[in-house]
């Protein structure tokens, strides 16, 4: 294989770990019965008023959340009114590609939010934090965007409500 096609395959192998889920971390977690009596019907987002963000950024990041549980938890989403999941962002850095192309580390993307589940009441009846970073280095840090790194984000909180299988 030419050096050329195992650096491009390499970059894409690697890129791929935007895309993969990292754990919730739970603040207050939703309990068995909550689980699974859990019916969503929306999600949210608003941002800390230190974070740079766009309407479409947080439509983007929403649909993606929805279509994850949708397809991973398909009995949670309800047409009906229910639960919303309202994401609350912390962090929302796009990084810089040439940093992360030069040196792993540099650049980073990072995405982080608390994320409440909020009855239909109005009450917060669960709460967890999620964060996903990109730092690597080389090609692949240069050419993995924030959107790659937004659908591993939108996977890691789709996690807080998927179905215990």
Same mark, same amino acid.
């Given at each position: 294989?030419?050096?050329?096609?195992? =650096?491009?395959?390499?970059?894409?192998?690697?890129?791929?770990?935007?895309?993969? #889920?990292?754990?919730?971390?739970?603040?207050?977690?939703?309990?068995?019965?909550?689980?699974?009596?859990?019916?969503?019907?929306n999600v949210t987002a608003d941002a800390a008023s230190d974070v740079s963000?766009s309407d479409a950024d947080f439509s983007n990041i929403c649909d993606k #959340?929805?279509?994850?549980?949708?397809?991973?938890?398909?009995? /949670?989403?309800?047409?009906?009114?229910? =639960?919303?999941?309202?994401?609350?962002?912390?962090?929302?850095?796009?990084?810089? =590609?040439?940093?992360?192309?030069?040196?792993?580390?540099?650049?980073?993307?990072?995405?982080?939010?608390? #994320?409440?589940?909020?009855?239909?009441?109005?009450?917060? /009846?669960?709460?967890?934090? #999620?964060? +996903?970073?990109?730092?690597?280095?080389?090609?692949?840090g240069g050419t993995t965007t924030v959107e790659d790194v937004e659908t591993?984000?939108?996977?890691?909180?789709?996690?807080?409500? +998927?179905?215990?299988?």
């Open positions: 294989m030419r050096p050329i096609h195992a =650096a491009l395959a390499a970059a894409v192998l690697l890129a791929g770990c935007a895309g993969s #889920v990292s754990a919730p971390t739970a603040l207050q977690p939703l309990s068995v019965e909550q689980r699974a009596a859990l019916h969503l019907s963000m #959340v929805k279509a994850d549980i949708q397809t991973g938890s398909p009995g /949670v989403w309800s047409q009906t009114p229910g =639960a919303t999941l309202k994401l609350h962002f912390t962090k929302f850095d796009r990084g810089n =590609a040439f940093a992360r192309f030069m040196l792993i580390g540099l650049g980073q993307i990072r995405i982080e939010a608390t #994320v409440d589940v909020v009855d239909a009441s109005g009450a917060t /009846v669960a709460q967890y934090k #999620v964060a +996903k970073d990109f730092a690597l280095g080389g090609i692949a591993g984000f939108a996977k890691s909180v789709a996690e807080v409500v +998927k179905t215990q299988a």
